[in-house]
C-alpha cells in the first residue's frame, strides 16, 4: 500500500501554483499543465479519466492537486465511466471535465453522443488529445469528427496560453448552451511548453466537509431520459442550438487573421499546431501569404472563412489528420459561388497522414510559389541526413520487467509439450506487453484494442483448432476485460487468459488502477481481487503465480495448455519502474562457468545483457537483480549479486 501511495498519487510532480497562481502571474507550462490550469480556472468541482498518451501528464497533475483545489479527481476504469461521471456531474449543476486520448473517445462514445441530447446544466468539457503520426497508439483518428457526429462545439488550441483560455472558456459556452465542449489537442500541443499568463479563478469551494462542492439534480425526464418520444425533440434543440453557436463561432476571437501578403492572391487556413508550422514557414521565407487561423473550428465559420477566401486566388488548408476543414472550406466557397482555388489534402498538396512539421508545410507551398531553391544545402537537407543515418531501435520491455518472463515462459512450454509455434495464436493488447510481438518472443498475433485480447480469444477458439493465448494488463482487464471473459465462460471457449498483473498502470506513466489500494488522489481505496472477479466470471482454473519463478511459468502453462476451457492465469510482480521500489543487487557473471550457448542474450533478450568481444557482458547500472536469467542459465555462469 505505501509503495503503491508513491508511485500513484503522493509521489507525482505537483506544481502548487497552477493552484495558487494569481491573475497575472506568468509559468512556463506543458500544455498539459495548462489544460489543468484553465480546469482551476473554470471552478470545476468534479474530473475523471482513464490514463492515455498524449493527455496523460493532465491526470498526473491533477491527481496530486485535487484535494488542494477542491476537485473531486479519479482515475474510472475506463473512459466510457469517465465520461458517465463527468456527465451525471454536470446534469447535477457542477462544471465537470473528463480528458483522455482520441481512442479514448471510442470508448466513451456510446454514453457521450446521447449527452449532446440531454445536455447538461453544469458546464462539462471533453479535452481528446489526438496522436498523428501514432506515437503511442493503435490510429491517427480525427477527434474533429466525434464534434460533427454528435454535434457539439469544437475548440482547437495551437499554444499552451490557448489550451488553458479555451479550456476556460468552453465552460462558460457549455454552460451557456447547455451542451459539452471538446477541447481537441494534439501530441505536440499537449506536449509543447510556452509562457501562460493566468487568469481569474472562479470559486468552487465547498460548504461541507468534503473537499468538493456537492450539487443536486432536478429530476426532469423530458431531458435526461432519451426514450424516442423525447429524443426526437433533444436533436431539434441540439440542432437549434448549434445554430446559434455558428453564430458565435463566425465573430469569435479565437478565430484569427494575420496579415502578410501585398497582392492578396495566397491565403492559408489553419488550425492546432499545424498552423504553428505554417506560420513559421511564411514569416521564415517572407512568403506574400495571409493566415486565418481556426480557433472555435466546429461550428464551421463559414460565414468567416467565406469572407476571408473571397479576396484570394487560392488558398492553402493546413491540417492534420484528416481534410475537415478542406472539406468545409470548399463548401463555403460553394456556398457563396466563389472561384478560389483550394488547395490541401484532397489535391495532393499535403500529406493524407501524418504528422505534419515546417518541411511539409514548406514543400507543400513550394509547389505553387517555387521560393525553395533546389540542391541547396540547407538545414532539412542537413536532417534529413542526420535522421537516415542514425540507426533505428525498436522500444524494448525493460530489464526486469516481469512479462519478459511470461514470453519466456510460454514460449518454452509450447516448446515442451511439442506445440509448433504455427499452431498457437498470440492476442495480445494494449500496453506495454504489446512489446511481446518483438523477437525473439514473437508473442503477438493479433491486436484490435483495449481489451480486445479476451474477445479475440473467444472469437478464435471458436475459429479455429489452434491454442489460443490472450495476454492483457492488470488495468486493462479493469478496463474493458471483464465483460468478454464472461462471454468466453458462458460460451464454453477454450483460451488461456493471461492477466500481467504489475500493480500499476504502467505504459502511461504508473497511475492506479482498482487492483491496487489507493486511489487517483492518493487515498486508501478497496484493492478489487483479480483472481476474485475470474472465479466469480465462472473460471474453474484461476492461478495466481509469481513470474519471475520460471519454473512455475512453464508449469503453469503446460497445466492450462492441456485443458479445454478458459484459464486464467495471473502473474504477479510489480512493474520495475514502480517508485519505491527496492531494487536487488546487479547479477554477476561468471566467465569460467559459460559454454557460449548464448540462450540468456538469443532466447531471454533482457537489455542489460549482451555480449562484447565474445563475451556475456552484465549492464550493472541496468539490471534490477530479477534473477530471471539466472534461471534461463544452466551452467551457473550468471549468480545472485551479493550488494555491498
Known sequence: STLMRSSAASDVYKRQELVTGKPGDKQFLLGNEAAVRGVIEAGVSVAATYPGTPSSEIGNVLSGLAKEANIYFEFSTNEKVAMEV????????????????????????????????????????????DDPSLF??????????????????ILEPSNCQEVKDMVKYAFD????????????TTTRVSHMRGVVEFGEVVDNSSEGESHWKKGFFKKNPAQFVPVPAFAKDMHVALVEKMDEINKITNESDFNVESYFSQNKKYGVIASSSAYNYAYDVIRYNNLDIDVLKLGFSYPFPYDKVADFVKDYDEVFIVEEVD???????????????????????????????????????ANGF???????????????DNLLNLQEEIPSRAPVLCAGCPHRAMYYGVNKALEELGIPLKDAVFASDI????????????????????????????????????KVISFIGDSTFFHSGISPLINAVHNKNNFILTVLDNRITAMTGGQPNPG?????????????????????????????INPLNLDQVVKTYKEALERDEVCVIIAKAPCTLIKGKTRKPPVNYIDSNCNGCNKCVSELACPAISKDGGKIAIDQSMCDGC?????????????????E
Not at 503511442?136 to 462545439?153: C, F, H, I, K, M
Not at 493479433?446 to 477458439?461: A, K, P
Not at 489500494?517 to 495466481?544: F, H, Q, T, W
Open 136 to 153: 503511442s497508439s493503435q490510429n491517427e483518428q480525427d477527434t474533429r469528427n466525434y464534434g460533427r457526429l454528435a454535434n457539439v462545439p
Open 173 to 184: 459556452l457549455s454552460e451557456q448552451f447547455k451542451l459539452p465542449v471538446i477541447v481537441r
Open 627 to 643: 534473477g530471471v536469467c539466472i534461471q534461463v542459465c544452466k551452467y551457473g555462469a550468471l549468480e545472485a549479486g551479493r550488494g
Open 366 to 380: 513550394n509547389k505553387y510559389l517555387n521560393f525553395i531553391e533546389e540542391n541547396t544545402d540547407d538545414y532539412s
Open 86 to 129: 463527468a456527465a451525471t456531474a454536470a446534469a447535477s449543476g457542477l462544471r465537470s471535465f473528463t480528458f483522455m486520448k482520441h481512442v479514448g473517445m471510442n470508448v466513451a462514445s456510446d454514453s457521450f453522443m446521447t449527452t449532446a441530447y440531454s445536455g447538461v446544466n453544469g458546464g462539462m468539457v471533453i479535452l481528446s488529445a
Open 516 to 544: 491496487i489500494p489507493v486511489d487517483g488522489m492518493g487515498d486508501d481505496a478497496p484493492e478489487i481481487s483479480i483472481r476474485k472477479l475470474a472465479l466469480a466470471c465462472g473460471c474453474n482454473y484461476v492461478r495466481v
Open 323 to 361: 481534410p475537415i476543414i478542406e472539406k468545409d472550406t470548399l463548401v463555403a466557397i460553394g456556398k457563396n459561388n466563389l472561384n478560389t482555388v483550394v488547395h490541401g489534402k484532397l489535391d495532393g498538396t499535403f500529406p493524407v497522414y501524418h504528422e505534419f512539421n515546417s518541411d511539409i508545410v
Open 431 to 466: 500496453g506495454c506487453y504489446t512489446l511481446g510481438i518483438n523477437p525473439p518472443y514473437n508473442a503477438a498475433d493479433y491486436l484490435l484494442s483495449m481489451g480486445s485480447s479476451v474477445g479475440d480469444g473467444c472469437g478464435f477458439s471458436i475459429a479455429t483448432n489452434q
